[in-house]
């Protein structure tokens, strides 16, 4: 049998060989589905003599594309096959097609800026300025594109809701604006294939009749209208062949219909259904926490994903008292292993909010662990907390122009771009800065509406650098999000609004650490820590920890992973609870993680967190509860548990020095016991806590002194903060830059 065939078990060849009609491939985690995609295209060309220009492959990702195109390369040639995304299709289809839409080939397609350039500039034409109205109807745009929907099907489907004539108004006007234009925007291109396909003829018999064979991946995450799509496209032939995996849904939240794979056969009577259910990842163990989270499913198709790998080590379950211990643990786990001879790119610690990357992120840099956030921003990276930065950098330093700039009209104040250039040019011909400038208005010549909305800015601004003066650093920040009403500018009824919440309330969260570590610092002291923290950690661009969203790793798989912030409102989400359809998803994304690990798999917790503005007590996360039967837990998991955090008890200093204890656990002879005060139970603390550093001498670190790193090189101290084991040490490395670093937990060497 040829080699491309023979590589396969025999559910895989089933699919492969069966190539006439509708066939569904449930392809469980991990079971081989590119592989099957591809073997098939090349069974199709090779076995049964189809043309590759009669082959279309659809896929979701332009990486997934190019990933098929080189194996395909390898076996059969697909230089004329049509192998892209659904995007890029609905480009090819309409720039050969254009002029039945009443567009011309060299159409434009916008970006998300752009169109939100667009859609802003049609809002305001329409005589509107709420910025949280423009976000909805943004989001409503969407979702009318999602269901392809109209103006006017959408304000028809909608009727009775608020604002539903402004949203129809602005939609209408906004897809006259992009027709003008000769633009589509990302979603147009979806849409207006399937009103091609739906109103011309012509065009459809040529597509449908060009495409004998059409294969879909990644199936569970098509929305209607792509769904639609195929259907039309596959209408003359029949042979449509998608794969997916209905317990890997997880995007929901942007248009994806599960009910699109789920309900497959019966779209396509006689389609023949395939499972492949045989996983080539993970371990046994590690299979066994996903069918057992995922069976509390309702809305699936069964099956159970099994293994010919080993057994492979038990699962990890490690509740840390505050969230800087669970990022610790992590930290210490990790560097432990890699000097045992694994590399930092065998790891990823996910989570479901991306908030929860700050404190992996300090953690990390202290033990130099190479690291990238993905799913987002480096924490300090992130437009909400620069935002904040900008005001710490403005009472730090009121000379500080691009901080005044960033932030006069943030919240928003009806400050607008000409304002503020006139400003900059009368400091500038002034020689002063921009802090100044605010004092002068008169001299500027503004208008009265204008000058009071500089002369209160500038009050604001008056009275925060004053507070800075004697207020701590820690009351300061809420002082400022206070005085500026920061939280108001974000709707908390959005996804994005409560990540970006979470964001800000994770940013209090460090500077509350911050002081504890440093009662007397200032503003400039702290800026003076972000900057070190986050200025030159050139990293290796092949070996780095990931740190990332379980959104952003679907289809990547690592060694060990550290499933972290497993905690009611957190995983699951607030939000998700409210409905069964979101807990469904929820699960599908702990399916999604736990399958994402090869060997180990690590479960973390906080049983306090910094939320919502205050340091709160959590509950575990169901989750957890569900994972019970297969896997030892070894803490109470009360879900009626009082979320007021009350008097704590701390073993050494935050975040540094040996693992805190709390009241109800002892440590004797190497063993922890912990679990609730009726029910305790005793596991090797090698299981559930990192290895307790032994205590080192640390006099001779002082400014001066020259040290070696084994990742920076050589570097001279030029400064100290702290005592005893709680000793930071600011190091200058050749040609790396300043670092700060924990004395007795960095891996220096005295030279």
Same mark, same amino acid.
């Given at each position: 049998?040829? =080699?491309?065939?023979?590589?396969?078990?025999?559910?895989?060849?089933?699919?492969?060989?069966?190539?006439?009609?509708?066939?569904?491939?449930?392809?469980?985690?991990?079971?081989?589905?590119?592989?099957?995609?591809?073997?098939?295209?090349?069974?199709?060309?090779?076995?049964? &003599?189809?043309?590759?220009?009669?082959?279309?492959?659809?896929?979701?990702?332009?990486?997934?594309?190019?990933?098929?195109?080189?194996?395909?390369?390898?076996?059969?040639?697909?230089?004329?096959?049509?192998?892209?995304?659904?995007?890029?299709?609905?480009?090819?289809?309409?720039?050969?097609?254009?002029?039945?839409? @009443?567009?011309?080939?060299?159409?434009?397609?916008?970006?998300?800026?752009?169109?939100?350039?667009?859609?802003?500039?049609?809002?305001?034409?329409?005589?509107?300025?709420?910025?949280?109205?423009?976000?909805?109807?943004?989001? #409503?745009?969407?979702?009318?594109?999602?269901?392809?929907?109209?103006?006017?099907?959408?304000?028809?489907?909608?009727?009775?809701?608020?604002?539903?004539?402004?949203?129809?108004?602005?939609?209408?006007?906004?897809?006259?604006?992009?027709?003008?234009?000769?633009?589509?925007?990302?979603?147009?291109?979806?849409?207006?294939?399937?009103?091609?396909?739906?109103?011309?003829?012509?065009?459809?018999?040529?597509?449908?009749?060009?495409?004998?064979?059409?294969?879909?991946?990644?199936?569970?995450?098509?929305?209607?209208?792509?769904?639609?799509?195929?259907?039309?496209?596959?209408?003359?032939?029949?042979?449509?062949?998608?794969?997916?995996?209905?317990?890997? #849904?997880?995007?929901?939240?942007?248009?994806?219909?599960?009910?699109?794979?789920?309900?497959?056969?019966?779209?396509? %009577?006689?389609?023949?259904?395939?499972?492949?259910?045989?996983?080539?990842?993970?371990?046994?163990?590690?299979?066994?926490?996903?069918?057992?989270?995922?069976?509390?499913? &309702?809305?699936?198709?069964?099956?159970?994903?099994?293994?010919?790998?080993?057994?492979?080590?038990?699962?990890?379950?490690?509740?840390?008292?505050?969230?800087?211990?669970?990022?610790?643990?992590?930290?210490?786990?990790?560097?432990?292993?890699?000097?045992?001879?694994?590399?930092?790119?065998?790891?990823?610690?996910?989570?479901?909010?991306?908030?929860?990357?700050? #404190?992996?992120?300090?953690?990390?840099?202290?033990?130099?662990? *190479?690291?990238?956030?993905?799913?987002?921003?480096?924490?300090?990276?992130?437009?909400?907390?620069?935002?904040?930065?900008?005001?710490?950098?403005?009472?730090?330093?009121?000379?500080?122009?691009?901080?005044?700039?960033?932030?006069?009209?943030?919240?928003?104040?009806?400050?607008?771009?000409?304002?503020?250039?006139?400003?900059?040019?009368?400091?500038? %011909?002034?020689?002063?800065?921009?802090?100044?400038?605010?004092?002068?208005?008169?001299?500027?010549?503004?208008?009265?509406? =204008?000058?009071?909305?500089?002369?209160?800015?500038?009050?604001?601004?008056?009275?925060?650098?004053?507070?800075?003066?004697?207020?701590?650093? *820690?009351?300061?920040?809420?002082?400022?999000?206070?005085?500026?009403?920061?939280?108001?500018?974000?709707?908390?009824?959005?996804?994005?609004?409560?990540?970006?919440?979470?964001?800000?309330?994770?940013?209090?969260?460090?500077?509350?650490?911050?002081?504890?570590?440093?009662?007397?610092?200032?503003?400039?002291?702290?800026?003076?820590?972000?900057?070190?923290?986050?200025? @030159?950690?050139?990293?290796?661009?092949?070996?780095?920890?990931?740190?990332?969203?379980?959104?952003?790793?679907?289809?990547?798989?690592?060694?060990?992973?550290?499933?972290? &912030?497993?905690?009611?409102?957190?995983?699951?989400?607030?939000?998700?609870? %409210?409905?069964?359809? @979101?807990?469904?998803?929820?699960? /599908?994304?702990?399916?999604?993680?736990?399958?994402?690990?090869?060997?180990?798999?690590?479960?973390?917790?906080?049983?306090? /967190?910094?939320?919502? @503005?205050?340091?709160?007590?959590?509950?575990? #996360?169901?989750?957890?509860?569900?994972?019970?039967?297969?896997?030892?837990?070894?803490?109470?998991?009360?879900?009626?548990?009082? %979320?007021?955090?009350?008097?704590?008890?701390?073993?050494?200093?935050?975040?540094?020095?040996?693992?805190?204890?709390?009241?109800?656990?002892?440590?004797?002879?190497?063993?922890?016991?912990?679990?609730?005060?009726?029910?305790? /139970?005793?596991?090797?603390?090698?299981?559930?806590?990192?290895?307790?550093?032994?205590?080192?001498?640390?006099?001779?670190?002082?400014?001066?002194?020259?040290?070696?790193?084994?990742?920076?090189?050589? !570097? =001279?101290?030029?400064?100290?903060? !702290?005592?005893?084991?709680?000793?930071?040490?600011?190091?200058?490395?050749? !040609?790396?830059?300043?670092?700060?670093?924990?004395?007795?937990?960095?891996?220096?060497?005295?030279?």
């Amino acid at each position: 049998m040829e =080699t491309y065939l023979s590589n396969l078990n025999p559910e895989q060849i089933k699919p492969v060989t069966d190539t006439e009609g509708a066939v569904l491939v449930l392809a469980g985690a991990g079971s081989g589905k590119t592989r099957v995609l591809t073997s098939r295209i090349a069974y199709l060309v090779r076995e049964k &003599g189809i043309d590759p220009a009669d082959i279309l492959a659809i896929t979701f990702t332009n990486k997934a594309a190019n990933e098929m195109k080189e194996r395909l390369s390898q076996m059969v040639d697909c230089e004329r096959m049509w192998i892209c995304t659904i995007h890029s299709m609905c480009v090819r289809i309409l720039r050969m097609f254009p002029e039945k839409l @009443g567009y011309n080939k060299n159409f434009s397609i916008y970006a998300e800026s752009e169109s939100a350039t667009v859609l802003k500039k049609t809002f305001r034409a329409c005589g509107l300025e709420d910025e949280k109205l423009l976000k909805k109807i943004r989001f #409503s745009i969407s979702e009318a594109k999602n269901d392809a929907l109209s103006p006017e099907d959408y304000a028809l489907k909608h009727k009775g809701e608020d604002n539903v004539d402004i949203v129809e108004k602005v939609y209408a006007l906004y897809q006259k604006h992009l027709k003008e234009n000769n633009a589509f925007d990302f979603d147009d291109l979806l849409v207006e294939t399937l009103k091609l396909l739906k109103t011309d003829r012509e065009t459809l018999d040529f597509l449908a009749g060009k495409f004998r064979y059409i294969l879909v991946d990644e199936f569970q995450d098509t929305n209607g209208v792509q769904f639609e799509i195929a259907k039309y496209l596959a209408s003359e032939h029949g042979n449509l062949f998608v794969v997916g995996d209905d317990d890997q #849904s997880i995007y929901g939240w942007r248009g994806a219909k599960i009910e699109n794979i789920l309900n497959f056969h019966k779209s396509f %009577r006689g389609a023949k259904v395939y499972k492949l259910e045989q996983n080539y990842r993970s371990t046994k163990v590690i299979l066994s926490l996903a069918n057992t989270v995922i069976q509390n499913n &309702g809305k699936r198709n069964q099956k159970t994903l099994w293994t010919d790998n080993s057994d492979g080590e038990k699962p990890v379950y490690y509740a840390a008292n505050e969230e800087a211990d669970e990022a610790l643990y992590a930290a210490r786990t990790i560097s432990k292993l890699v000097a045992n001879g694994y590399r930092f790119s065998d790891f990823a610690v996910l989570m479901r909010v991306n908030a929860l990357t700050r #404190s992996y992120e300090q953690e990390f840099a202290k033990y130099g662990i *190479n690291f990238k956030v993905f799913g987002g921003f480096k924490f300090f990276e992130r437009k909400e907390i620069k935002d904040v930065l900008a005001y710490f950098r403005i009472v730090s330093n009121p000379l500080d122009n691009e901080a005044v700039a960033r932030i006069i009209n943030f919240p928003k104040r009806g400050i607008g771009d000409k304002t503020v250039q006139a400003l900059e040019e009368y400091a500038s %011909r002034e020689g002063i800065s921009v802090y100044d400038a605010l004092f002068e208005l008169d001299e500027i010549g503004f208008n009265s509406g =204008t000058r009071a909305k500089l002369t209160a800015f500038c009050d604001l601004l008056k009275d925060l650098v004053m507070q800075g003066q004697v207020l701590p650093v *820690n009351e300061l920040v809420r002082y400022i999000l206070a005085a500026t009403k920061m939280r108001e500018a974000y709707d908390k009824t959005t996804d994005e609004g409560e990540n970006k919440l979470a964001n800000i309330d994770e940013f209090v969260n460090a500077v509350d650490e911050f002081v504890r570590l440093n009662p007397t610092a200032t503003v400039a002291d702290y800026l003076s820590q972000v900057t070190l923290s986050t200025e @030159g950690d050139d990293v290796d661009e092949t070996d780095f920890v990931t740190l990332a969203t379980i959104h952003a790793v679907k289809g990547l798989e690592f060694r060990q992973v550290f499933l972290c &912030g497993l905690e009611e409102g957190i995983f699951p989400g607030e939000r998700s609870k %409210r409905d069964a359809d @979101g807990m469904e998803e929820e699960r /599908r994304l702990m399916y999604v993680a736990i399958t994402r690990a090869k060997e180990k798999i690590y479960f973390t917790r906080s049983k306090s /967190r910094f939320m919502y @503005g205050k340091r709160e007590m959590t509950i575990p #996360s169901c989750f957890l509860k569900e994972l019970e039967p297969v896997m030892e837990i070894g803490e109470s998991l009360s879900y009626n548990q009082r %979320r007021d955090y009350g008097q704590r008890e701390y073993g050494g200093t935050y975040g540094l020095g040996r693992m805190r204890v709390s009241s109800y656990q002892k440590e004797d002879e190497g063993y922890m016991t912990f679990g609730s005060a009726t029910t305790p /139970r005793c596991v090797p603390l090698s299981v559930v806590t990192a290895s307790k550093p032994t205590a080192k001498d640390l006099s001779s670190f002082r400014a001066g002194v020259k040290v070696k790193h084994p990742k920076f090189g050589v !570097g =001279t101290i030029v400064a100290t903060k !702290g005592e005893g084991q709680n000793l930071i040490v600011n190091v200058a490395f050749e !040609g790396q830059g300043i670092k700060q670093l924990s004395a007795a937990l960095a891996p220096l060497e005295l030279i």
